[in-house]
């Protein structure tokens, strides 16, 4: 015999006594049953936990009647997916349609016949039993997809950061160069998100992307010699060509994971941007393309101002390091000329967030 715990419960709601004798008496020694005599009390008892299994429902009770009960049942996420069965004296092919347009799964007319009844209750809670099991089973896996995601996500995460660490780790002055960098270039895209020249672009995707992608600008300077990277004064022509090959050298090394792994990856061509083009100007004078305006890459107009701006309040061996003053004045007047306009605006109104990053992520630290 079934223990009572694990009986599938009805709910039955019907004014008149005799049909609630005669339904509890055709139902109990199968299910748990629970009866209300009117639509309040129905309501009650099927929105308290634990909920009914399925619910054998009147339509004709004072007060609050059948169709009003099964509307407001499926209103409510934790009831809408509970059957409900319409049992009633009314025979018209309307009123049936009615109550299945409601959402009723099955309808029932008066006067009641056992076997018919049983059979219909047990059919219903055995495609009831099988939605529940392929909801489980649907919720579980997509948690399991969230979940890899998110691990997919951290490990791009990790990855990029321990390549990029293990790159500056050749320049003893970068410190947390990229970790400053990472965080300027997603304040400047969210400040920038909802603008008409960049809300198509910039989504909580795209910028979720560039802020795992950000480390990587310069992963190229691991092809740069020491002596031209480690210079303590100005670089000659030669010198500062090969390390302008730093941007090409980045973008080849990504295109080789590309074909490695045989597949387009959102997260690689947003790096692979930045990486090639951080150094254009707005006006057509940076380099390795010599592109302008917004032929440059978005990804990579965020991250020249970001580099900048680190770079001039960032000791160097060639150089000392300046205030955030000073540093977000050059920036200002480089608007149209090295920067995106928008993009600079966008700093000046986030200048004191720039400052927090810096003395968060400080080299001293």
């Not at 934790?78 to 069965?85: A, D, F, G, K, Y």
């Not at 210079?231 to 941007?247: C, N, Q, R, V, Y």
């Not at 000392?320 to 007047?333: G, L």
Request: with cysteine.
């Amino acid at each position: 015999m079934m223990d009572a715990s694990n009986k599938p419960s009805v709910l039955v709601i019907d004014d008149t006594p005799e049909n609630l004798t005669l339904i509890n008496g055709l139902l109990k020694d199968r299910y748990k049953v629970k009866v209300a005599n009117n639509g309040e009390r129905g309501l009650v008892l099927a929105t308290t936990a634990p909920f009914p299994d399925v619910i054998l429902l009147d339509i004709m009770m004072p007060g609050i009647d059948g169709w009003e009960v099964c509307q407001r049942l499926k209103a409510l996420p934790e009831t809408c997916e509970i059957p409900v069965i319409f049992l009633t004296a009314r025979v018209d092919a309307d009123d049936e349609r009615k109550g299945l347009e409601l959402g009723a799964v099955d309808y029932i007319t008066k006067p009641i016949n056992p076997p018919v009844l049983l059979a219909r209750v047990q059919t219903h809670l055995t495609v009831k039993a099988s939605a529940d099991f392929l909801r489980d089973k649907n919720h579980y896996l997509e948690q399991e997809v969230e979940k890899r995601t998110s691990e997919v996500k951290h490990v791009q995460e990790a990855s990029a950061f321990a390549l990029a660490a293990l790159a500056e780790t050749r320049d003893n002055d970068t410190g947390n160069h990229i970790r400053r960098t990472q965080h300027y270039v997603k304040v400047l895209a969210e400040a920038l998100k909802n603008h008409p020249r960049f809300s198509a672009q910039l989504t909580d995707v795209f910028i979720a992307e560039l802020f795992r992608s950000a480390p990587l600008h310069d992963i190229g300077k691991v092809g740069v010699p020491d002596r031209i990277l480690l210079k303590p004064g100005k670089l000659d022509d030669d010198e500062f060509a090969i390390m302008k090959s730093h941007t090409t050298l980045g973008r080849q090394a990504i295109e080789l994971a590309e074909r490695h792994l045989g597949v387009n990856i959102p997260f690689l061509q947003v790096t692979k941007d930045i990486a090639f083009s951080h150094h254009e100007r707005w006006d057509g004078k940076g380099y390795p393309q010599s592109l302008a305006g917004d032929a440059i890459p978005l990804g990579a107009r965020l991250m020249a101002l970001a580099d900048v701006y680190d770079a001039l309040i960032s000791k160097r061996v060639y150089k000392n390091s300046m205030t955030h003053e000073q540093a977000a004045s050059i920036i200002v007047e480089e608007r149209g000329r090295q920067f995106d306009p928008d993009v600079v605006d966008a700093f000046s109104f986030h200048q004191k967030t720039f400052s927090e990053i810096a003395s968060k992520f400080s080299d001293a630290i």
